[in-house]
């Protein structure tokens, strides 16, 4: 089966700079989604970024990029001008292609950004 | 807006007591789950539903039913809840398409769940 591990359990960064979480998972599949989800002291899940396997352009969203090496499993979390709204707790999840059921969760970094 | 919405927000009750949690979204998604978050080990699945009547279990189903009777509802049921269940619950959705590519999931707000 698929997993998920997140190393960081905690992050902090100072405002306005930038930080990175990192990601691996562990796959077979050639052909899958990585999402990077973050939840706020509201608990909601919020999609922050997503990247398709067989895309080789890294995806961004503002200030949040990744950096995705599908050879080395590896799918970390840019997060560039730390905001203090950025504060959360973030996810990395993998979802299969093959398999849309099989969608698998790290454990998750928690953020915490300095004034 | 599309969304998925999830009633209870917060729910505490007592071991035994027969329980459900609704679940519904409003973007004519087929695919919809329950996950279940706990503190060091991110969100793990209950179960999940493919369409109408199509539903099957996920990584920890034990203590869960559900149900499927409509596109747009998936309600969780905990029919004798114990303190083991104690948790965050969340319900998402997403498009499915066989053969397709699959879709991003939407998360419900969530629902605090205590079992005394």
């Known amino acids: 089966a698929q997993t998920v591990t997140q190393s960081q359990p905690e992050m902090s960064v100072q405002e306005a700079e930038t930080v990175t979480l990192s990601c691996t998972y562990d796959t077979s599949e050639s052909d899958y989604y990585l999402f990077w989800y973050k939840q706020p002291p509201s608990r909601q899940m919020i999609l922050v970024i997503r990247q398709e396997a067989y895309k080789q352009q890294n995806a961004t969203e503002n200030r949040f990029s990744v950096n995705f090496q599908k050879a080395a499993k590896s799918f970390s979390l840019k997060i560039s001008d730390s905001q203090l709204g950025d504060a959360a707790m973030y996810f990395c999840?993998?979802?299969?292609?093959?398999?849309?059921?099989?969608?698998?969760f790290g454990a998750g970094t928690r953020l915490t950004v300095k004034p | 807006e599309a969304q998925v919405t999830q009633n209870p927000r917060y729910l505490i009750t007592v071991t035994g007591k027969k329980l459900t949690v609704t679940c519904s979204q409003n973007?004519?998604?087929?695919?919809m789950s329950w996950y279940r978050q706990d503190p060091g080990l991110g969100l793990r699945q209950i179960y999940y539903s493919m369409n109408v009547e199509v539903t099957d279990k996920g990584d920890v189903p034990e203590g869960y039913k559900v149900s499927r009777k409509e596109k747009r509802n998936f309600p969780l049921i905990l029919e004798s809840p114990s303190p083991n269940q104690t948790s965050l619950y969340f319900c998402?959705?997403?498009?499915?398409?066989?053969?397709?590519?699959?879709?991003?999931?939407?998360f419900g707000p969530g629902t605090r769940l205590t079992v005394l």
């Open positions: 998402a959705s997403s498009s499915y398409f066989v053969g397709a590519s699959t879709d991003t999931q939407y």
């Open positions: 999840a993998y979802r299969s292609r093959a398999n849309n059921n099989d969608m698998r």
């Open positions: 973007m004519n998604h087929e695919y």
